[in-house]
């Protein structure tokens, strides 16, 4: 799949524009148009669902953007949330250290080992095989221009965050973007946490933080949900809402943006049973996005090794889904141990331990965290769901949302506007949203236009009034992904397109 056609079909039915557009945009901030608003809240309305209305385990938190900054102190982020960063004095460009790579060819020394090597050095963003494939054409030319030197097969391959590059050999490295030597700083600590002043003052007193993640509010709130929420162990605290980090390279449309929306829960329970809890989790969380619709075979659950664990984690899980820009995080799944309570704990000195009833016993609770993006989410509808297909050997866009998260769920036309059918169409509009369903009235253009519209902005059933609903009182109702379509009384419309938006029900031709 082409992300650049996914871009422009979300820029022009309405999904997704570039903040502040009119102005030059804002790089790493996106606004969500009228039909990205619903496909997004249909996102987070579902995870809402399925982790806390629906379960009697799990309550609902919705903390400030801005806290104490303590918390972050004791979270750790003001330390350490940082990420290396190296800057390139010749065009100011600025990138992750840990995504640059350089490679470095030796030439010549093979011929003649006593003279002193020169290199070759080609760099980039990504891992060695990216670095080669984006230098494949400068490379060739270096072969030709060096064929009196042995080319030698190996080469060396050096990461930028790796601080023991010697200063000689660092010169050598091309900046990432425009290539030239010699012109990129050393790694340094970036703090990805934005920053601002409360109240009228703006010195050290008043410096305080946009939230870089939506958890921390959850344990700073551990205390009083226990007090009283009347909640038992195990029990988890969900919150949704925006976050903010200031990324040194935002990048692949929304799924790294510097402003952008959670779906956190902290699951609390005894320390033997975490274990099992994390396994609980991890598939749970995993079925969730097969559930709406995205294919387990583009989905992965990648284990951390020992290496990738932070010190206080046992174990954790990212769900990773194939972008058409790669394998990349959707979600992390992480045993926490009592680490955060502990650190609460220590640097409000609040006691944040909990009482076992059952086994009248007082400890901190463990903590299992499923920590989801929901602009992440929803972008990866949005690339499963975009397919190019033929209708009756026309070409045609579609997004193959599952209904549960198409931002409009029925639309309804008149075959035309005359004999009552605009009318009988408005009315069955005016039903379905007196349901709470999201239907669309369209009376413009050809039907089969009508219906492109639709299967482009993903809407899975349309509905149309024509010259037999006025003999006997049946509209047709369109699949979207069959486009077949099938006959039903008006007064049993809203009915069936309510069943099959809730899954009862399956689309079935007469
Ligand atoms: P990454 O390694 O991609 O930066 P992370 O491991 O730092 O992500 P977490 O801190 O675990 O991410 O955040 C939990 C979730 O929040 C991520 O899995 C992702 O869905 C979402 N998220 C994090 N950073 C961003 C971002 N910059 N833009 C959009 N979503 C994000």
Known sequence: MDMDKLVSLCKRRGFIFPSSEIYGGIN????????GVELKRNVKEAWWHDHVTSRDDMVGLDCSIIMNPKVWEASGHLGGFSDPMIDCRACKG???ADQATAVVFALGSAEDPASKPRFFVVGGIGDRDDVLKANEKGIEKAKKANKTAAWPETSETIRLDDATIADDRYALIPCPACGQAGTITRPRSFNLMFKTYVGALEDDSSVAYLRPET???IFANFKNVVDTGRVKLPFGIAQTGKSFRNEINPRNFTFRSR????????????PDEAQEWYQYWRDYRFKWYTGLGLRSDRLRLRDHDSAELAFYSTATADIEYAFPFGVSELEGIAHRGDYDLSRHQQFSGKDLSYFDEERKERFIPHVIEPSAGADRAALAFLCEAFVEDEIGGEPRTVLKFHPRLAPVKAAVFPLVKRDGMPEIAQKIV?????KKINAFYDEKGAIGRRYRRQDEAGTPFCVTVDGQTLVDQTVTIRDRDSSKQRRVAVDSIVAAVDDLVDGVETFTTD
């Open 259 to 270: 402003e952008f929306e959670q779906m956190e829960i902290e699951f609390f329970c005894r």
């Open 215 to 217: 958890a921390q509010g």
């Open 28 to 35: 790493g901030f996106w606004d969500y148009g009228p039909l």
């Open 94 to 96: 600025r990138f992750r």
């Open 430 to 434: 005016a039903d379905l949203k007196r």
